[in-house]
């Protein structure tokens, strides 16, 4: 079992930063892909980015591509979500998720879930 606590979120204006944590506890964070997901109200939850295991090789959705990076701290068992230039359509429940495969956006494939923070840009 692998246990996801999100951290950060909150409520932004409209071009500014937040940076979400993720503290991973359990298995070896080591072996696990990492990614975040969002959920906005009224829709489905939906890929943002993925991490994998070394940190060397990253995916991001387009809508975020430019503005928002992930990177992880296998010392430190946590992966972060620095989002930038935020825009009101970034408003979300954002989830961190572990995957023991090596698929990147598939969200059925990602195997524990945090219980996700809510980031809120306002316009």
């Known amino acids: 079992q692998v246990q996801l606590v999100e951290s950060g979120g909150g409520l932004v204006q409209a071009g500014g930063s937040l940076r979400l944590s993720c503290a991973a506890s359990?298995?070896?964070?080591?072996?696990?892909?990492m990614a975040w997901f969002r959920q906005a109200p009224g829709k489905e939850r939906e890929f943002v980015a993925a991490?994998?295991?070394?940190?060397?090789?990253?995916n991001y959705a387009d809508s975020v591509k430019g503005r928002f990076t992930i990177s992880r701290d296998n010392a430190k068992n946590t992966v972060y979500l620095q989002m930038n230039s935020l825009k009101p359509e970034d408003t979300a429940v954002y989830f961190c998720?572990?995957?023991?495969?090596?698929?990147?956006?598939?969200?059925?494939?990602?195997?524990?879930w945090g219980q996700g923070t809510q980031v809120t840009v306002s316009s």
């Open positions: 991490l994998s295991r070394s940190g060397g090789r990253t």
């Open positions: 998720a572990a995957n023991r495969g090596d698929s990147y956006y598939t969200l059925r494939t990602y195997d524990y």
């Open positions: 359990g298995r070896t964070f080591s072996n696990y892909v």
